[in-house]
């Protein structure tokens, strides 16, 4: 049943592709949650507007109609609208960027909600001394607010990406050459899908396992000088 | 872009959205049973038990629902002979059955996890006011633990319940016609891209903030006993 | 000031699309890669196939440097509209509801679509035959507007991403006959587990469904290239190329008459 039939280097590289556009839509999650989480918390009426609008669209859509949208959809739209302007662009992102781009874009909502629960969990009176102290804005997030921040969102975040990296199996749709694809590559090749899809589910299982416990050991990192009660 | 067009595909969409909250519906209802042994054998002390669970929700949480599909369906088809002689061919052989299975399966794994927390997190002093009067076994479980655990999941629960409806969207790709797939089969006729796509969009965000409002009023009515407000 | 600062940065956030210039050095030619013999991926991840090499054979003719996406079947017409390739050299008939959408170079081959089914089968090609049965096609596929329009009423119709899905959900028996391009079935029954099926019924070539042949999918827009598309497809038919890369997969003519 395991004869794998050459499949199996085909496989692997699919495995580094997944981790790679996993870990780029991650990025780009983290800085889209982070400026979703400022918005939200913003005094102004446009910005927390603009931010809800984005979590609530993004999070209310299936990922696969979303994957879709921006990859076949938006570029056509763009263009659509660009020629009755009377100019032509092309918008050519390659399935790779289509794909953590849409990832990035809906893990980022849900970033979003992290961070802000995070930035709010950490107590008005520490800006508002550090405020006292003359400290400008700016040094109060990257020295006050953004480190507590961080550690507080870190299990959140760890749930994102492990949602995240099991998204990446979509983008298969879009013929990004990661896991899944190389998958039903060999199973419509040898005609054994079992072993295929079942080997694929193993390199997603061991891809968490890995993530779980990395993410045991940053948050004990995290949590190095503060009390444990 | 045209838009009212698209009207005209409305009623198709709709059949497959109908579709779509078929097999969620019926797919949790099932998860939702299961999913009530599954958590108790997670946390029972007895390996035997423990460890079987323990399993499952591991694979079934640890890897794409995509890839369980995939393999549920497509994969029981490498086994078709065997399945044939055990009898279960007839209900593998079926797209929506293997849609409904893997679905089940999945949102067991997750509900069960949602159970294990809400369970552990019912307070110590009910459990001892429940033995207090008596109760033990099932009873305290029926009577005590079971109906706080739920109302502590149900928050976590409502979330399941969105998740799950916006996977299903991934059995177009086994090819049945839910609201994905009819919006699939239509761009593939029409090629009217992002107007089929957003109104698809559209559509599904309406059913998840319906079922978002939906949840609102349930947990309301069941913490009602708990508000402070007058 | 702090308002517009928001705005500007979440707006960045939500649209970091890369938009480049349209400059094009280089020619993209889309295809599917699920459709053997005429183009799949190897397992070194190549694409290979017919498709493919003809392909080439035509951008060294218009001297042009060429390369390759892929694309899922249904989202070939989209993808090219969407400006993610030039052109489309994926085995695609040429029809007149796809005409509408996307302009045609001269056909470079034709094919009729057969019939399959498991051997001991006695299923016939015919509407009393058929009723009832579950026929696997490709969707968005001249296959499938056959099916549909031939024997839509009396049959039930699978319709599938790929035609590799079609073919093992025919082995699982989820469908009882696939309906497909006769070139890609005999390529499929000469395959391990396609021993226990066999064609079956006429060849079926009615220029309603199986159009013009297959040719070359471009934008509307895109008249020049049409134009060289149709000079290098003449020049490889008359220098050998073409025969050469026919001779390599297939011991019949494919081009027709």
């Known amino acids: 049943m395991f004869d794998l039939q050459g499949y199996g280097p085909s496989l692997l590289a699919g495995a580094s592709m ?46 696969l109609i979303l994957l879709l949208l921006l990859y076949y959809g938006v570029p056509t739209l763009v263009q659509d609208l660009a020629s009755l302007a009377g100019y032509e662009i092309i918008l050519n992102f390659n399935p790779f960027l289509a794909g953590a781009v849409t990832l990035g874009l809906i893990y980022g909502a849900f970033a979003t909600e992290v961070f802000r629960g995070a930035f709010e969990a950490i107590p008005r009176g520490q800006t508002e001394a550090a405020q006292a102290l003359g400290m400008s804005r700016f040094r109060v997030a990257v020295h006050i607010t953004l480190p ?65 416990l990395v993410q045991r050991q940053l948050e004990k990192k995290a949590h190095r000088g503060v009390g444990q009660a | ?142 009577r005590i633990i079971f109906p706080k655990a739920l109302r502590i999941a149900l928050p976590s629960y409502g979330n399941e319940v969105i998740f799950l409806l916006q996977a299903s969207s991934l059995v177009s790709i086994i090819t049945l016609m839910d609201l994905t797939g009819v919006a699939s089969r239509l761009v593939a006729k029409t090629f009217a891209v992002y107007e089929i796509y957003i109104l698809t969009a559209a559509i599904y965000i309406a059913i998840t903030y319906m079922l978002v409002v939906i949840f609102k009023l349930f947990e309301r009515i069941l913490n009602k006993h708990l508000r402070t407000d007058s | 000031m702090k308002t517009t600062i928001n705005a500007v940065l979440l707006i960045t956030g939500l649209f970091i699309f890369s938009v480049s210039a349209a400059e094009m050095k280089t020619l993209r030619l889309g295809t599917e890669g699920a459709y053997a013999p005429f183009n799949s991926v190897n397992k070194e991840g190549e694409l290979v196939g017919f498709d493919i090499e003809i392909g080439k054979a035509l951008c060294t003719e218009m001297k042009v440097k060429c390369e390759w996406v892929t694309s899922d079947w249904d989202g070939l017409i989209p993808a090219l509209l969407a400006k993610k390739f030039d052109a489309i050299v994926a085995s695609m008939s040429i029809t007149e509801e796809r005409k509408q959408k996307i302009a045609f170079t001269s056909k470079y081959y034709t094919t009729p679509g057969r019939f399959v089914r498991m051997k001991g089968d006695a299923v016939e090609a015919s509407k009393e035959s058929l009723k009832g049965k579950v026929i696997g096609v490709q969707g968005g596929t001249i296959s499938e507007n056959f099916v549909r329009g031939e024997f839509g009423e009396v049959v039930d119709i699978k319709v599938y991403g790929t035609q590799d899905e079609a073919n093992l959900d025919f082995m699982a028996g989820r469908v009882d006959v696939i309906f497909a391009d006769s070139v890609v079935l005999v390529d499929f029954l000469k395959s391990k587990s396609g021993q226990q099926a066999e064609l079956f019924g006429p060849s079926f070539t009615e220029a309603k ?27 490889i038919r008359a220098n050998g190329t073409y025969q050469k890369i026919n001779a390599k997969y297939f011991d019949f003519d494919l081009f027709g008459e």
Not at chain 2, 18 to 44: D, N
Not at chain 2, 67 to 83: A, D
Not at chain 2, 114 to 129: H, M, W
């Open chain 1, 18 to 63: 997944t981790i790679a556009v996993g870990l780029s839509a991650m990025v780009m999650a983290c800085i889209l949650g982070l400026v979703g989480a400022w918005a939200k918390l913003s005094a102004s009426y446009t910005a927390r507007a603009t931010a809800a609008v984005y979590t609530t669209v993004i999070r209310g859509t299936p990922e």
């Open chain 3, 209 to 235: 469904y199986f159009g013009e042949g297959i040719g070359i999918g471009l934008r509307k827009n895109d008249q020049a290239l049409l134009e060289a598309f149709n000079q290098a497809i003449d020049a």
């Open chain 1, 148 to 212: 507590q921040a961080m550690r507080i969102a870190l299990p959140g975040l760890g749930n994102v990406w492990m949602i995240l990296i099991k998204a990446t199996a979509l983008v298969s749709i879009i013929q990004l050459d990661e896991v899944m694809r190389k998958a039903k590559i060999a199973a419509g090749a040898t005609h054994q899908p079992f072993t295929f899809y079942l080997l694929a589910s193993f390199i997603f299982l061991g891809i968490t396992l890995i993530s779980s």
């Open chain 2, 1 to 142: 872009m045209n838009f009212t067009t698209m009207l005209e595909y409305l009623p198709q969409m709709l059949d497959g959205a109908w579709l779509s909250l078929q097999i969620t519906g019926l797919s949790l209802f099932l998860g939702f049973l299961l999913a009530i042994p599954v958590s108790l054998m997670r946390l029972s002390h007895l390996a035997a038990l423990r460890l079987p669970a323990q399993l499952y929700m591991f694979y079934f949480r640890g890897t794409p629902l995509l890839v369980q599909l995939f393999l549920i369906y497509y994969g029981s088809g490498q086994f078709r002979h065997e399945l044939e002689q055990i009898g279960l061919w007839a209900f593998f052989r079926d797209a929506w059955f293997c849609a409904v299975f893997a679905l089940t399966l999945n949102a067991c794994a997750y509900t069960a996890e949602i159970f294990r927390g809400a369970i552990l997190a019912v307070p110590k002093s009910d459990i001892q006011a429940g033995k207090a009067f008596g109760m033990s076994g099932l009873l305290l479980f029926r």
